[in-house]
């Protein structure tokens, strides 16, 4: 319980953070208008979403260990990557929403399909993948494992390992 107490405040730490340099309370709740959300249980280290009622191209925002998680259901129209995590016929984008140049959360512009990072102008695809610099690597794919239509985060799955050993995680 302690625990979770104190991951709440350092992923509000890190959100409040980030929207101060981005143009404060404004800024918070232009970002929050496009998260959605999701039925989540976070237990021990691991936080299980399922994806069952995900829309296409609206962006939920997670948590996991203190840090925020962008999951993104990709549109048809959207590149396949080898990066996607697959849902029986559904393609997700599963990232820590963290900028991988000095760790600001990047906003998502769901009508370009491109994350936005506003501190120094970073921008990466739907896929995570770097398309402006400054940041010098995609955005981060945590440690995840598919039951059905859940993901669990915190849980290295054969998915994930398969991405590892295939050099596609920072
Ligand atoms: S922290 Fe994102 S571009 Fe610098």
Not at 130 to 153: A, D, E, H, R, W
């Amino acid at each position: 319980m302690q625990e979770e107490e104190q991951g709440r405040r350092d992923f509000m730490g890190i959100a409040l953070g980030a929207c101060a340099a981005i143009g404060g309370v404004g800024a918070l709740y232009a970002a929050k208008r496009t998260w959605d959300m999701l039925p989540s249980v976070k237990a021990a280290g691991f936080t299980t979403i399922d994806l069952a009622n995900a829309h296409p191209n609206k962006l939920v925002v997670e948590k996991w260990r203190g840090k925020p998680i962008f999951v993104l259901k990709k549109t048809p129209d959207m590149e396949v990557n080898d990066r996607d995590i697959v849902i029986g016929s559904d393609r997700f984008h599963v990232s820590i929403g963290l900028c991988t140049h000095l760790g600001c959360i990047p906003a998502y512009e769901g009508a370009e399909h491109k994350f936005k990072c506003a501190c120094h102008g970073g921008q990466f695809d739907a896929s995570g993948e770097v398309l402006k610099s400054p940041p010098p690597s995609p955005l981060i794919i945590p440690p995840f494992t598919i039951k059905g239509t859940k993901l669990v985060l915190g849980e290295a799955g054969p998915e994930y390992k398969k991405m590892l050993d295939a050099g596609l995680i920072a």
